[in-house]
C-alpha cells in the first residue's frame, strides 16, 4: 500500500495543501481562501487535497506545517518555518535560483540561497501591509476592481503616478483622492504596482540581488507585480506552475525526509534553526502608523 507525506502552509490569507506518494510525485495540491488564518480554509484546501489524491487522512504518514497558523494544526508531526519551507519549495521547483522573493497575503520575504539551495540570509516585512498582498487588495476595492483583474488593469496604463503613502491605510486615501481628481483607474493602479516593487527592492537590496530569481507566493499571479517588480530589479523573474504552493511544497518535501529517514519522533518547532540566520526585520517604526478551493497545477518529483 503506497504511504503519503503532506505539507500544510496555513498561511495569514490562504492555506495550502500538498500531498506527495512515497516516491515523492505530488499527488494533489490545493489553495483555499476562507478567510484570515482561517480553520475553515485548511479544512476545505484539506477535502480538496484528499479528493484530488483520492486518499483519506489515515493515507498520510507524516505531516508538516509551515506558515502564519503553523502552530494551530493538529495534525501536523513538525512545524517548520515559512523561510526555511519556502526556499525548500522554491529550489525544488526551479533549483538553479539563488535569490526567493515571496510576496503573500500579509508579510513579503526574500531569501537568498548559497550554491547548496540552503538559506543563506533573508529580510522580511511582516510588521506593516506595504509591499505585501494585502496592500494589492486594499487598494483593489479602492479602485473597484477585482484582485485578478487589477494586474491586467494596471498594465494598460500608458504612465503611472507616484502613491507616496506606505501605509495601506493612508494609500487608500490617497487613491480616492487621485480618483476624485479624476486620474483613470489604470494609472492608480500601475502607481500602486509600482509602490509595491519599489518596497521590494528595498528588500532584495538587504539581502544582496543574485540571479536567478524565483518568485513565488500568491501575488506572482499578479502580472503587474511581476512587470513592475521586473522592470525595477531589471531582471527577469522566474514564476513557476504552482508558485502559491511553494511553501506548502517545501513542508511536504520535509515530510518526506523524515519518512524516507525514519524518523517518527514527534519533533516540534525548528524556528530555533531560523534564529541563527542572519534576519534583516524592517524597522515597523519607519511606517506611520504602525499597523498593528482552486486547484493548482503543479508536476514534481522529489
Ligand atoms: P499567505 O501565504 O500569506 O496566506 P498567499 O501567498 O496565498 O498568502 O498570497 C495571498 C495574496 O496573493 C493576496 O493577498 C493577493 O494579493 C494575491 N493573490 C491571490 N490570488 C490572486 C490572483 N488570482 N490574482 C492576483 N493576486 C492574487
Do not use: W
Not at 29 to 46: M, P
Not at 89 to 108: F, K, Y
Not at 126 to 143: I, M, S, Y
Amino acid at each position: 500500500m503506497t504511504s503519503y507525506v503532506m505539507g500544510i502552509d496555513f498561511g495569514s490569507t490562504t492555506a495550502k495543501v500538498v500531498i506527495l506518494d512515497e516516491d515523492g510525485n505530488t499527488v494533489a495540491a490545493c489553495v483555499s481562501q476562507k478567510g484570515a488564518v482561517s480553520d475553515e480554509g485548511v479544512k476545505d484546501a484539506l477535502r480538496g487535497a484528499f479528493g484530488q489524491a483520492g486518499i483519506d487522512l489515515s493515507d498520510v504518514v507524516r505531516v508538516v506545517s509551515t506558515g502564519y497558523g503553523r502552530r494551530m494544526l493538529d495534525i501536523a508531526d513538525r512545524t517548520i518555518t515559512e523561510i526555511t519551507c519556502h526556499a525548500r519549495g522554491a529550489i525544488a521547483l526551479v533549483p538553479e535560483a539563488r535569490l526567493v522573493i515571496d510576496i503573500g497575503g500579509q508579510d513579503s520575504k526574500v531569501i537568498a540561497l548559497d550554491r547548496n539551495g540552503l538559506v543563506a540570509r533573508f529580510a522580511m516585512n511582516d510588521r506593516c501591509a506595504a509591499g505585501t498582498g494585502k496592500f494589492l487588495e486594499v487598494l483593489a476595492r479602492a479602485v473597484n476592481v477585482e484582485l485578478e483583474d487589477m494586474g491586467a488593469e494596471a498594465l494598460k496604463a500608458t504612465e503611472t503616478v507616484a502613491i507616496t503613502s506606505m501605509c495601506a491605510t493612508f494609500a487608500e486615501t490617497e487613491v480616492i483622492s487621485l480618483l476624485a481628481e479624476g486620474r483613470p483607474k489604470q494609472v492608480i493602479l500601475a502607481g500602486v504596482h509600482q509602490s509595491i516593487a519599489s518596497r521590494t527592492v528595498g528588500l532584495v537590496g538587504r539581502v544582496g540581488k543574485r540571479d536567478p530569481i524565483v518568485m513565488t507566493g500568491g501575488v506572482a499571479q499578479n502580472i503587474a507585480a511581476v512587470h513592475f517588480l521586473e522592470k525595477a530589479l531589471e531582471t527577469k523573474l522566474i514564476i513557476p506552475p504552482g508558485a502559491q504552493i511553494a511553501g506548502a511544497l517545501g513542508a511536504a518535501l520535509f515530510a518526506l525526509d523524515d519518512l524516507r529517514s525514519a524518523s517518527k519522533v514527534k519533533r516540534d518547532d525548528d524556528d530555533a534553526v531560523e534564529g541563527k540566520l542572519q534576519q534583516l526585520l524592517v524597522d515597523p517604526k519607519r511606517c506611520t502608523p504602525a499597523c498593528g478551493s482552486k486547484e493548482t497545477p503543479v508536476t514534481f518529483k522529489a
